[in-house]
Each structure stands twice: as structure tokens, then as C-alpha cells.
T-cell receptor
């Protein structure tokens, strides 16, 4: 089974500042990793995903994440945030073996970008 | 891309009534569909997974007789909350799987309020 820990429930930052949202996972098998964004009263939108290959993954809206297998982490970063990045961000993991398609989500990090 | 719609986007019902939520994939055929619920300020919890033409697989603790899932076709899945009670009030989100490895595409969610 997999689990996901998002270390920060809330992250306030000022506009144009860099941000890092932390995500650690636990799994006995190899995994796929995802970051999703959720705006109020909406579904989830995929920001980026790691399936294999390069450990640095670039996504939409200027976000990127780095898969670190030794530290079992998949932190999300953006060098300069905008007001419109204010949202809830979820890290998720699924098993890369056995055909399991289930996603296990972290509890989410609320990013608030202040002017 | 892959577009998933849900209907209705919100619903208010009286305690004891049943509510049906539809989830449709608009531009692809989904092999697998997933239903999640999300309580306020919390993460998504998987309720069940279904494949077209077969019975849904429910997660532990989810009452299959209360949350009826019908996966009628490759583009349509429905979730019926039977005899709804106030504690069933939640945000219900569906997702549809596509590709190998499976990537999930999420609907916009349905806000259910049971009075």
C-alpha cells in the first residue's frame, strides 16, 4: 500500500516569490507520482506527473517537480507565483506495478498568494 | 486532452430521498471510472472503482447498498446515493481512466447537501 504526506497544510506567500510545496510518499513498490490543483468548488486539474525517465518534471502554469527516490519525495516548485495560483494542491501516488490504478492522495496544501 | 463532465454540479435534497449523479467522458472512452468524496478542507477519499459492464469494487468502509454505482457504458457512470442523510453531504468527484499507465481525468464535482 502507498501513503502520501504533505508536510504543510497551508503555505502563504507574496506574489512573485518562489514557492515549494512538499510531498513525501511511502511505498514498497515503484510508483507513479502526480500533482493536482483544485480551485474552489471545482474538480482536480493535473499539474504534472512522473512516470519514468527524467526526475525533473515540468508541468503547466510554470510548475515543476523533482522526483527523489532516495528521499521518497516529490516536491512541487514554482520560481515566481501569481495571485491566480491561489488554490489547493494535492500530491498523489499510484503503484507502478500490478496494474493498480488507484490514486492515493495527500491531505492537500492550501497555497495563498498575497499581493 | 480528456474532458469529463458531471451533472448536476450541485444538489440539495431532503433526508431520506435518493440522488443520482452522472459522470460522462466527452471525448474519450474510459476503461475505468473512479468515484471519490471530499469533505470540507480534506483530501479526496476513493469510494469505488468500476469497469464497464462489471460490478464496482468498493473501498473498505463504503456501503455498496447505499452508494450504488452503475457503469453503463464506456462514457457514462452514475452514482446514486440512496436514502440520503445529512452526513452524506459532501463533494463527490468522479474520474475516468485512460491510457497505459492509466491517467485519471477528473470531473468538476457535485456538491450534495442533504437537509
Amino acid at each position: 500500500a502507498q501513503s502520501v504526506t504533505q508536510l504543510d497544510s497551508q503555505v502563504p506567500v507574496f506574489e512573485e516569490a518562489p514557492v515549494e510545496l512538499r510531498c513525501n510518499y511511502s511505498s514498497s513498490v515503484s510508483v507513479y507520482l502526480f500533482w493536482y490543483v483544485q480551485y474552489p468548488n471545482q474538480g482536480l486539474q493535473l499539474l504534472l506527473k512522473y512516470l519514468s525517465g527524467s526526475t525533473l518534471v515540468k508541468g503547466i502554469n510554470g510548475f515543476e517537480a523533482e522526483f527523489n527516490k532516495s528521499q521518497t519525495s516529490f516536491h512541487l516548485r514554482k520560481p515566481s507565483v501569481h495571485i491566480s495560483d491561489t488554490a489547493e494542491y494535492f500530491c498523489a501516488v499510484s503503484s507502478a506495478q500490478g496494474g493498480s490504478e488507484k490514486l492515493v492522495f495527500g491531505k492537500g496544501t492550501k497555497l495563498t498568494v498575497n499581493p | 486532452g480528456a474532458v469529463v463532465s458531471q451533472h448536476p454540479s450541485w444538489v440539495i435534497c431532503k433526508s431520506g430521498t435518493s440522488v443520482k449523479i452522472e459522470c460522462r467522458s466527452l471525448d474519450f472512452q474510459a476503461t475505468t471510472m473512479f468515484w471519490y468524496r471530499q469533505f470540507p478542507k480534506q483530501s479526496l477519499m476513493l469510494m469505488a472503482t468500476s469497469n464497464e459492464g462489471s460490478k464496482a469494487t468498493y473501498e473498505q468502509g463504503v456501503e455498496k447498498d447505499k452508494f450504488l454505482i452503475n457503469h453503463a457504458s464506456l462514457t457514462l457512470s452514475t452514482l446514486t446515493v440512496t436514502s440520503a442523510h445529512p452526513e452524506d453531504s459532501s463533494f463527490y468527484i468522479c474520474s475516468q481512466g485512460k491510457g497505459a499507465p492509466v491517467e485519471q481525468f477528473f470531473g468538476p464535482g457535485t456538491r450534495l447537501t442533504v437537509l
